[in-house]
């Protein structure tokens, strides 16, 4: 079963279960900002700069302990609800944000 993915005034669809990253990234969309591109963990949730705000349904539906353990460190903040695009797949139709900055974090939470 498909899905919808909104995202910088694009939809896209997807397949049930693919990776939030992968899947922007194959679209030709990126969950990356400026040099956040090039300079990235290419997907191990180590870096946080796929970081973005997600309505809708994602597995695993709270972080895990990498991502939960890189989202609590500078600039990002726990509490700001973010999850890291690389540590997500898809579970039904989506609506992200990502916000400025390199590391797309959300000010002041």
Not at 10 to 37: D, F
Not at 73 to 82: A, E, K, T
Not at 100 to 108: A, M, S, V
Request: aromatic share 6%; glycine share 14%.
């Amino acid at each position: 079963m498909g899905y919808r993915i909104q995202f910088q005034g694009e939809t896209i669809e997807v397949e049930e279960g693919q990776g939030l990253r992968k899947a922007l990234l194959k679209a030709g969309l990126s969950p990356h900002n400026g040099q956040a591109e090039l300079l990235n963990c290419r997907g191990f949730g180590t870096c946080g700069t796929c970081a973005i705000e997600v309505e809708g349904p994602v597995e695993p539906p709270e972080p895990k302990n990498r991502e939960r353990l890189r989202m609590s460190f500078y600039p990002h903040d726990p509490s700001s609800g973010l999850r890291l695009a690389c540590q997500c797949r898809v579970k039904g139709d989506l609506k992200l944000t990502k916000h400025g900055g390199f590391w797309g974090e959300k000010l002041g939470c």
